[in-house]
């Protein structure tokens, strides 16, 4: 089984956190195709980053799907059977958990997530996406990458490409199946971030930076005593 993966890149220095460059190590180390998209990197990033990693650098519009899509496009009919596509909004505090509980799942004729959340219409969140060639080579998906244009407003994108994309899915009979799935109407990255810690060793980035629904977060402060995972969240707070 051949695997391509494409992670999208942001940071406003250029930077690359220590967790986005163990996480590339690992994935070129265990995966056929590894692609960096980035709107950003400063030149003395490049030499940290594993040898067989593709860098692709694009003008910075359109949020993370326009990477999903330069990324996307480059691998059209070739032979993998999967892609995954993954961007750096998340912290990955446990790799091993990453890999063996989120990066090992295929399924072959629907799209897996890690979240699926039914906030504003049942959708997989887009910050991981594990897709079938049996569906990212169909004409119509092809057509739907293609088709995109870049957006500047955030919210704009979440509902035209993230429920957006979820939704084209769903209309053509496409399952789509997560890790974890919640059917509370609040951003489950947030309310449910301590399950998805458990299951995919994953923080979202904006738990960090703005605490939406007032939760209560000892046990991330918890986490933060030891000093490599507060270095990692104060990298996260400089994204």
């Not at 993370?64 to 330069?70: I, K, Q, T």
């Amino acid at each position: 089984m051949k695997r391509a993966v494409i992670v999208a890149h942001y940071n406003k220095h250029g930077a690359l956190r220590s967790d986005t460059l163990a996480l590339l190590r690992v994935l070129s180390a265990n995966f056929e195709k590894v692609s960096l998209v980035s709107t950003f990197l400063d030149k003395n990033q490049i030499p940290l980053i594993p040898d067989n990693v593709e860098v692709m650098i694009r003008e910075n519009i359109g949020y993370d799907f326009y990477s999903y899509r330069l990324g996307l496009l480059s691998i059209l009919n070739q032979s993998y059977d999967y892609v995954t596509i993954i961007n750096t909004s998340f912290l990955c505090i446990d790799i091993d958990k990453f890999i063996n509980n989120a990066m090992s799942v295929t399924h072959i004729n629907s799209v897996f997530g890690i979240s699926k959340s039914h906030m504003v219409g049942q959708h997989v969140q887009s910050y991981f996406y594990t897709i079938p060639s049996t569906v990212f080579n169909r004409h119509d998906v092809v057509s739907w990458f293609l088709n995109m244009t870049p957006i500047s407003i955030r919210n704009d994108v979440i509902f035209k490409y993230e429920i957006g994309f979820s939704k084209f899915l769903i209309d053509r009979g496409i399952p789509l199946i997560a890790l974890h799935e919640s059917h509370h109407q609040c951003d489950p990255t947030q309310i449910e971030w301590q399950t998805i810690l458990e299951r995919a060793g994953i923080i979202k980035i904006s738990l960090l930076k703005s605490n939406t629904y007032g939760l209560d977060l000892s046990h991330l402060y918890e986490l933060a005593k030891d000093h490599i995972i507060s270095d990692l969240f104060n990298q996260g707070l400089e994204d």
